[in-house]
């Protein structure tokens, strides 16, 4: 059974940092690309940033170029996104999903088993 368990999502004033997880099992973790997305209240789901399988290719959302660095430990099936500089707008539940792409892709139909999420809040 594919389970992907996002945790490390809190509240947090502007400019301060978090690292979220998101634990894998069910799966060969080490064969899939893994993305990041979030959504905000009455928003849509978007993408974040991805990673291919052995972390040699990384793609984010210019939104989040500089601030936020995603990285994966295939060893501890795991894959992070390390957000610094946070700001209101990165107030979202972020989710984590992975993808067969060998090039990590932003569109949303691309990855798939999904996680439960972690809910990020900043306040300004």
């Known amino acids: 059974q594919v389970q992907l368990d996002e945790s490390g999502g809190r509240s947090v004033q502007a400019g301060g940092s978090l690292r979220l997880s998101c634990a894998a099992s069910?799966?060969?973790?080490?064969?899939?690309?893994m993305g990041w997305f979030r959504q905000a209240p009455g928003k849509e789901r978007e993408f974040v940033a991805a990673?291919?399988?052995?972390?040699?290719?990384?793609n984010y959302a210019d939104s989040v170029k500089g601030r936020f660095t995603i990285s994966r430990d295939n060893a501890k099936n795991t894959v992070y996104l390390q957000m610094n500089s946070l700001k209101a707008e990165d107030s979202a539940v972020y989710y984590c999903?992975?993808?067969?792409?060998?090039?990590?892709?932003?569109?949303?139909?691309?990855?798939?088993?999904w996680g439960q999420g972690t809910q990020v809040t900043v306040s300004s």
């Open positions: 999903a992975r993808t067969v792409r060998g090039n990590p892709p932003s569109i949303l139909q691309a990855y798939y088993d």
């Open positions: 069910g799966f060969a973790f080490r064969n899939y690309g």
């Open positions: 990673l291919d399988r052995s972390a040699n290719i990384t």
